[in-house]
């Protein structure tokens, strides 16, 4: 699995989204992408972990 956290300076100058999250790769089919934008790394975190255990992957805290 790929999992991306990129921060966009542009988009924390704007106080919108910086933060964005993306997994992809195996053991996720091939065309699945678990993605989004956030304020923060947390908030990201808080979105697709729980995304990433409901398609079966086993995340601990």
């Given at each position: 699995m790929t999992v991306l956290f990129k921060v966009d300076a542009e988009h924390m100058r704007d106080a919108?989204?910086?933060?964005?999250?993306?997994?992809s790769g195996a053991p996720l089919r091939d065309d699945l992408l678990v993605l989004?934008?956030?304020?923060?790394?947390?908030?990201?975190?808080?979105?697709c972990l729980p995304r990433l255990r409901e398609l079966g992957l086993v995340i601990t805290d």
């Open positions: 919108t989204t910086p933060w964005t999250f993306v997994a989004t934008d956030a304020v923060s790394l947390e908030a990201c975190l808080e979105v």
